[in-house]
């Protein structure tokens, strides 16, 4: 998360302040929230020092700017993994009031830099973590052909463009794809700016659309976005008993998947931001 900060009129808009005062009750003090200035960030975030420590308030956004996101499905991932050493410590999720309230866990990989980025323990620790969410297999799921309906119901309703409806096509035939392999926890969204190093413990944040799903598509994330190779992936568990062959086929699928949700999940965003 950055550490800019900017104190400004949002404060004082009724939605905002209303959740603002409900967080400083919960505190049981009044705080000075500065708006954090976040790039590519659907929610809007505040950062106070409190009473525990370095805090963060998010006010969660409409389901028009956070498309596709459940909040009773993050609130019960949350839960299952509280205590996890990789888990952002929350302090309450009113996620039906629209906040959540965290420890401040410090800079994202993004903001660190490649040096922190490209660390061999911040690998190794990145590679303990997909490993044990790999070992979740009991769970909330997510429930990807609920978000196809959802992408096909809003394309539809804004007439979108024949490309936008082709890849939409392209997506519900790659998830038909998928073979019929055990479904894990998974985060679906591990970039950089996702995960941060808190006195050298990697945290992983913004598990909005986490839930019981495909492991290999935070596999193929993690190909993308971080310093990995294929043969570093050998080692966790939903690779065991799997030929060389069958991996690659698998992690090929899965980045086909995620680049046509990110292209869906732009459209949307184009379409709602006009």
Do not use: K
């Amino acid at each position: 998360m950055s550490d800019t900060l900017q104190s400004e009129e949002p404060t004082q808009r009724p939605f905002v302040a209303e959740r603002l005062r409900a967080a400083d009750a919960f505190l049981g003090e009044e705080m000075d929230w500065g708006l954090m200035l976040e790039s590519g960030h659907s929610n809007m975030l505040f950062r106070a020092q409190g009473p525990q420590g370095d805090l963060v308030l998010r006010i969660n956004a409409s389901s028009l700017r956070a498309f596709g996101v459940d909040r009773r499905l993050e609130a019960d991932v949350l839960r299952v993994i509280q205590g996890a050493r990789w888990a952002p410590r929350v302090l309450c999720n009113a996620w039906r009031e629209g906040w959540l309230l965290m420890a401040h866990h410090g800079a994202s990989l993004t903001e660190a830099g490649a040096q922190d980025t490209a660390s061999q323990q911040t690998v190794r620790q990145l590679l303990a973590f997909v490993a044990d969410l790999q070992r979740i297999t009991e769970g909330p799921a997510f429930d990807y052909q609920a978000l196809m309906a959802l992408y096909r119901r809003r394309l539809q309703e804004r007439a979108a463009a024949a490309v936008h409806q082709a890849c939409l096509q392209q997506l519900e035939d790659a998830f038909s794809a998928i073979p019929n392999d055990i479904m894990t926890l998974t985060h679906h969204d591990l970039h950089s700016g996702n995960l941060c190093l808190d006195q050298g413990q990697l945290i992983v944040l913004d598990w909005e659309y986490a839930g019981l799903g495909w492991p290999w598509l935070d596999m193929a994330s993690l190909l993308q976005h971080h310093d990995l190779e294929a043969n570093d992936l050998y080692v966790l568990p939903v690779c065991a008993n799997l030929s060389a062959t069958e991996i690659q086929q698998r992690l090929h699928l899965a980045a086909h998947i995620n680049q046509l949700l990110e292209q869906l999940w732009f459209a949307v965003r184009e379409e709602q931001t006009g």
